[in-house]
């Protein structure tokens, strides 16, 4: 089973959301890490599962 990966602005197209209210989302811990994103590396940047 393979799984897309999504930045934010990518995952804003596809459910027609403003990427800023995603980042709202994440910072109110709506999103969980490990459920709904993970950051590779332990990096800055956010790779959504899609």
């Given amino acids: ?3 897309t990966y999504l930045t ?8 027609k959301y ?3 209210t995603i980042r709202n ?3 109110d811990s709506v ?3 490990g459920v ?5 590396f332990g990096g800055r940047k956010i ?3 899609g």
């Fill in 36 to 40: 709904h994103y993970f950051r590779p």
């Fill in 1 to 3: 089973m393979s799984q």
């Fill in 8 to 15: 934010t602005e990518e995952l804003a197209a596809r459910i």
């Fill in 31 to 33: 999103l969980l890490e």
């Fill in 47 to 49: 790779l959504f599962v």
């Fill in 25 to 27: 989302q994440l910072k």
């Fill in 18 to 20: 403003d990427p800023r």
